[in-house]
Structures are given as C-alpha cells and as structure tokens.
C-alpha cells in the first residue's frame, strides 16, 4: 500500500517545499547565514523541492539526482527558476570528473535530504563531499536511522501489512526477502528495500564515520516524529527527549529522524 506521495510527484514536491520551509531551511540556518548569493547543492534532490525554499532567499541552487525521471520533474516544475539560471538540476554522478571540475570548493552548502540511507560506501562518499565545498562551507544531513521501527522504508511496499510491519526490516536478508516475496511486492520495491538494507546507515555509525572524515558535528537535532510524518500519517513533529538522544544503540530503536551539519 504505497503511500500517495509515492505515487503522485506534485504532491511528493509540494511536501518536500513545506518541509523543506518549515524545517530543513531552519536548521540549516541556525549554523550557515543564507543569504543571495550562498550556493547551495542537494544531492539526491529528487524533484527539487527542498531547494526551492533557498532559491526564494536568492541563493544559487544545483540539485543532482541518479533518476533522470526525477530530474526532467525538477527542471519542469521549476523550469523559470532554471531559465533565470538560479537553479540547476542535473543527472549526473558526483563521482564522475566533470562535475568535480566544474564545481570543486564551489558550495557554502551540501544538503543530503532523506539521500545518505540510500547511497553506497557512504565512508568513501561522505568525505568525497568535502571535494565540493568552500572553506568553511557546511554539509546538512537527514535521514531516518536503520534502526528504527520503519528505517527499512517498508512505507514504500505496495501491500497493507508488508507496509505496516515494524522491524521486520532488520531481520537476516534471506527471512526479511522472503516475507517480502511472500507478501507479493514487486522487483522494484525489492531492489530499493534490498539497497536500504545494505547501507543501514545507524546514528553510532554516521557520526563514527564524520570523525574518521574529519567532519564536525556543529548542530543536530533528534526527532521522535520526523516532520515528514505529518504528510505521511498525519502526525504531528516531536522532538526526541533529550536524555534519549545521548543513550548509543537505544536511541535508533526510538528516533525515526535525525537532523545534522557538519563541516
Ligand atoms: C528518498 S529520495 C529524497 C528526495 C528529496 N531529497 C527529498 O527529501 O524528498 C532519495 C533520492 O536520492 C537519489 N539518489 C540515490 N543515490 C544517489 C546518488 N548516489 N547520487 C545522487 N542521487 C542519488 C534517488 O534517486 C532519490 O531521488
């Protein structure tokens, strides 16, 4: 039973605005000015909406994205924003060379929304990252710890009750894969379950792998309820309790999103 917002893109960019608006630019804010000028890149932008809210302050917006599909979406839902060149989206690989080149230490900003859980070797490519930024540029992270009741994004199953289950994400692949099978979701949830569970990126394990990068953690923000809940569920955002936040290990079972910059 996927949910709407996984089915229609308009409304999937109208959340990532408001969420983007209401939460994201905040945060982000607390620890970079933004301002005209600041440039700002989102990996992983998806249909470009969490940027549009920095494109409003006048900062210079470039969104990549693996899915082209995305992409077109991005550049015609936002299509006068880019022909005025005030942003970019792009399919392209960070990795590849020309999209180095073109923008080594060029950012202030990196955001990585809701994109870290889903890319490969994240401790080669989060201090890749580093490749992009100006001195003293800031990258923001946000994403929903492995651990926590639907850090697997069994959300996006197509069945009632493979979407509903909690946990049953961290079981071994052969179990969690045959539930999935036997429930009677397709290839393609398959595959993006099958690469979230290979990354399983845990709160221990995203701030051990910004030490070994060299990262600092300048703000972060724990939350009980992910503000992207109120669009999914209708909940409304909590943070998380603060002791909780400093208990390793226990605090991915019950934090369903966490906020960080660093740099
Ligand atoms: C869950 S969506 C998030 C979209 C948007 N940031 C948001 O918050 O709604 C994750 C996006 O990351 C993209 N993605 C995954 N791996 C990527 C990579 N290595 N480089 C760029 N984008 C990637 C996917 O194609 C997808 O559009």
Request: charged letters at 25%; one cysteine or more; hydrophobic letters at 40%.
């Amino acid at each position: 039973m996927a949910l709407k917002q996984h089915l229609d893109e308009k409304i999937r960019f109208e959340q990532q605005v408001d969420n983007s608006r209401s939460y994201v630019l905040p945060f982000i804010e607390q620890t970079m000015p933004l301002h005209g000028g600041t440039r700002v890149l989102e990996v992983g932008c998806g249909e470009g909406g969490v940027l549009i809210p920095f494109a409003e302050r006048g900062c210079i917006c470039v969104g990549v994205d693996l899915n082209p599909l995305r992409i077109d979406i991005a550049n015609d839902i936002s299509a006068k924003e880019v022909a005025a060149g005030k942003m970019e989206f792009l399919y392209k690989n960070v990795y590849d060379a020309d999209f180095l080149e073109r923008f080594k230490g060029f950012f202030d900003v990196i955001i990585l929304k809701d994109a870290i859980e889903h890319i490969p070797e994240q401790e080669k490519f989060i201090p890749y990252l580093k490749n992009f930024l100006k001195i003293g540029g800031q990258i923001y992270f946000g994403f929903p710890p492995w651990y926590m009741p639907f850090g697997g994004h069994q959300q996006i199953c197509e069945k009632k009750i493979t979407s509903m289950l909690p946990w049953y994400h961290i079981l071994p692949n052969f179990l969690y894969k045959g539930i999935l099978k036997l429930a009677g979701e397709n290839e393609g949830v398959l595959k993006e379950l099958g690469e979230i569970k290979d990354t399983q990126i845990t709160i221990e394990r995203f701030e051990r792998i910004l030490k070994k990068s060299g990262l600092k953690v300048l703000n972060k923000q724990h939350y009980l309820i992910n503000p992207i809940y109120k669009y999914k569920f209708g909940l409304q955002p909590r943070k998380q309790w603060a002791p909780i936040t400093h208990l390793p290990y226990l605090r991915d079972f019950i934090t369903t999103c966490v906020y960080y910059t660093v740099g």
